[in-house]
């Protein structure tokens, strides 16, 4: 196995590519293969370093900045060029493309001159003390830990490990700090105009690192998980179907495949499909932008999901009106279910394609460079049709939305099954709550963007058939469950089950809108009570409020939540609790992911925040 020199978390210096420059930076991974080492500048910058640009830290010596940029040389080149380099500010003057073109060898010695001072000048600004985000000089104290403000500025430190002129023409990968990337224009401008001077930063390339590091068990995980999971749909509604779902019955037969099969199901679930995606290309709702992507651009989503409820609601109604029997989709569940699996995967097959033209820097983080994997975790961060945003639109809506319509159907299922002439309490608390958590979720639909699966995966078919089938056919399975199975709900228990409902949603989305509004404007006035850390990335963590309480509070509401879904269901099977079991793995499984992601990105600062708030989602627990 070959050996390594330096430690994920050590805090090192770190050639400048094509400079002589050495920065602290601290060493987030190394890769056997290309026997490159992923390091993170102060200022976010992640680059790949060979062992050779590594130095430890204790060969240098340090001196102040204080006079860095008090010569009028460095004062001059400082305003009249920018250098791509971890302490450059995106924003600034812009240089005339003429300006480089020099052939004179005395210009070009200025000019050489020029960039050496340019990048002693304008590198990162580093704090004097150690890596503020280096786990490995945690001292275990909050250095920071303030009331809610702006962030500050790091102090500057240089440090020069020689003055020669050595440049080292070097392929890098560069990614640059998302908030700070202007745009490509920017960056093709610089380009230009560094690809002349002596150092090489024109070979930059602004991409999306691909992960060696596999989650969902790797490509064996993958696949298990790609077949299993609708393995795991088809038992679910077979065993819920049954009068006796017990754990210990074998599961029931599978019906003939001719009978899984309806020409008619299908249609009308592409006509769901593409009436929802009509919904979402109607003109109203307004239009955000979503986070900023790689190469500093931001994708514009329009927020129509409520409107597409109501619509959706509006015909549902005039179907009933009409006559449409809506218990059909209860009578024929399982194809419905086939149905949409069906189409996730033509999709999924759709997206994998469609992914093999697109550019680098337009796949996810996720994707790893395995066929199989990728398949799964989707290649492309967001794929579009034009403006239509595929990911963005089935997240929210034909599983969100079909869900409450699928609830709805087996309210009325139940009614005809067991001749009564209402719903039963425990199918009128479990159609509300569920429809009070889709209304939620698409009153909120803007929070999505800052999610993980829109931020971070790709679209592939975990994401689809997730969206598409797990979502609608999984979630719906005390409805599904009630329809066969009364139970008697007391109105005291009820009352409990709306308390524990209750207090689980004002944990929810007080955390959810606590740390949304906060991630809008952190200077917000309304949170100035809270008590922030600062990370070197420029963003802060909260550690009072919801989010000094546990890590995820949000997951702990939704978790709560999950249990009052399940309760009116009484306790005679396990099945009404498949939700709130697979939503715990789920969560614990998500909670570990995010954790993962901070760390890399907040380094020491995230170490500060668990130490202040020890527990990840359940408090005292876990
Ligand atoms: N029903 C379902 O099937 C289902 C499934 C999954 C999720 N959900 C729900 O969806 C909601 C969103 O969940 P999510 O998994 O996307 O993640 P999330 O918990 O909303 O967001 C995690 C992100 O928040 C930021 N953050 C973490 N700690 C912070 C702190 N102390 N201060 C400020 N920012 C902090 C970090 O991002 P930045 O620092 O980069 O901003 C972190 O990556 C949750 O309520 C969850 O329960 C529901
Ligand atoms: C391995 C598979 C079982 C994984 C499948 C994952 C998906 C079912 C989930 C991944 C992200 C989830 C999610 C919601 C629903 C379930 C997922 C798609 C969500 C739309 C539910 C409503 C919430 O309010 C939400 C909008 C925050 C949430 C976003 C994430």
């Not at 050495?22 to 370093?49: F, R």
């Not at 020099?102 to 210009?107: G, I, R, S």
């Not at 240089?158 to 050595?166: A, Y």
């Not at 994997?373 to 089935?394: H, Q, S, T, V």
Request: hydrophobic share 40%.
């Amino acid at each position: 196995m070959p050996s390594r020199k330096f430690a994920e978390g050590e805090v090192v210096r770190g050639r400048w590519p094509g400079s002589s420059l050495y920065y602290e930076v601290e060493i987030l991974s190394h890769d056997n293969k290309s026997q490159l080492y992923t390091v993170k500048y102060k200022d976010g910058t992640e680059l790949e370093l060979k062992e050779n640009d590594i130095k430890p830290l204790k060969s240098f010596k340090q001196r102040k900045s204080g006079s860095i940029s008090s010569s009028p040389s460095r004062r001059r080149s400082r305003s009249r060029s920018r250098s791509r380099s971890p302490g450059r500010a995106p924003k600034g003057s812009r240089r005339s493309a003429s300006a480089s073109h020099q052939a004179d060898p005395k210009e070009k010695e200025k000019e050489k001159e020029m960039r050496r001072e340019i990048l002693q000048v304008k590198l990162t600004p580093l704090v004097l003390k150690p890596f503020e985000n280096s786990v490995s000089v945690y001292n275990g104290e909050p250095e920071h830990t303030e009331k809610n403000a702006t962030p500050y500025k790091n102090k500057q430190e240089r440090v020069i490990l020689s003055t020669e002129d050595s440049y080292i023409a070097t392929q890098y990968s560069l990614r640059p700090r998302r908030e700070e990337v202007k745009a490509k224009e920017i960056e093709s401008e610089e380009q230009n105009r560094v690809t002349k001077g002596p150092a090489p930063l024109g070979s930059f390339q602004v991409t999306t690192p691909q992960r060696k590091d596999l989650e969902f068990g790797g490509v064996p995980g993958a696949l298990l998980l790609m077949l299993g999971l609708p393995a795991c749909v088809v038992l679910l509604l077979l065993q819920c179907g049954r009068d006796d779902p017990g754990l210990l019955q074998l599961p029931p037969p599978l019906p003939a495949l001719h009978e899984l099969w309806e020409t008619r199901v299908c249609g009308l679930y592409l006509l769901w499909f593409f009436l929802q995606a009509l919904f979402y290309l109607l003109p109203v709702g307004k239009v955000v932008e979503g986070t900023p992507l790689v190469d500093g651009r931001r994708l514009k989503y329009r927020l129509n999901g409520l409107y597409a409820f109501i619509l959706t609601s509006a015909a549902v109604g005039a179907a009933a009106f009409w006559g449409a029997e809506l218990c059909y989709l209860h009578t024929h569940f399982l194809q419905f279910a086939l149905a949409a699996t069906g189409f996730s995967v033509v999709l999924s097959v759709y997206l994998c394609v469609r992914s093999l033209k697109a550019p680098r820097h337009e796949l996810s983080p996720a994707s790893s460079g395995n066929a199989v994997y990728d398949f799964f975790i989707g290649r492309e961060l967001n794929p579009r049709l034009g403006a239509f945003d595929l990911k963005f639109f089935c997240e929210l809506r034909p599983g969100l939305i079909g869900w409450v319509v699928i609830n709805l159907v087996m309210l009325l299922a139940e009614m005809k099954i067991q001749e009564r002439s209402a719903p039963s309490l425990a199918m009128i608390l479990v159609n509300s709550f569920q429809l009070f958590y889709v209304v939620d979720a698409l009153w909120n639909e803007e929070a999505l963007l800052t999610t993980m699966d829109i931020t971070h995966d790709g679209f592939g078919f975990m994401l689809a058939f997730g969206d598409l089938v797990w979502v609608p056919f999984t979630y719906s399975l005390q409805a599904f469950y009630l329809v066969s199975h009364p139970h008697d709900l007391s109105w005291p228990l009820a009352s409990v089950i709306i308390a524990l409902k209750l207090c689980g949603y004002v944990i929810f989305r007080c955390a959810n809108s606590q740390k949304n509004a906060f991630r809008k404007n952190p200077t917000d006035p309304k949170l100035a009570h809270l008590k922030t850390i600062h990370t070197s990335t420029g963003k802060s963590l909260l550690v009072s409020g919801w989010w000094g309480f546990v890590r995820h509070p949000n997951y702990l509401g939704d978790l709560i939540m999950a249990l009052a879904w399940s309760l009116p269901c009484g306790f005679n099977h396990l099945l009404p609790y498949f939700y709130v079991i697979y939503f715990t793995a789920l969560l614990i499984h998500r909670e570990a992911r995010d954790e993962h992601q901070c760390r890399r990105k907040y380094g020491l600062a995230w170490e500060k925040y668990c130490q202040r708030v020890p527990y990840r989602i359940f408090p005292y627990v876990y």
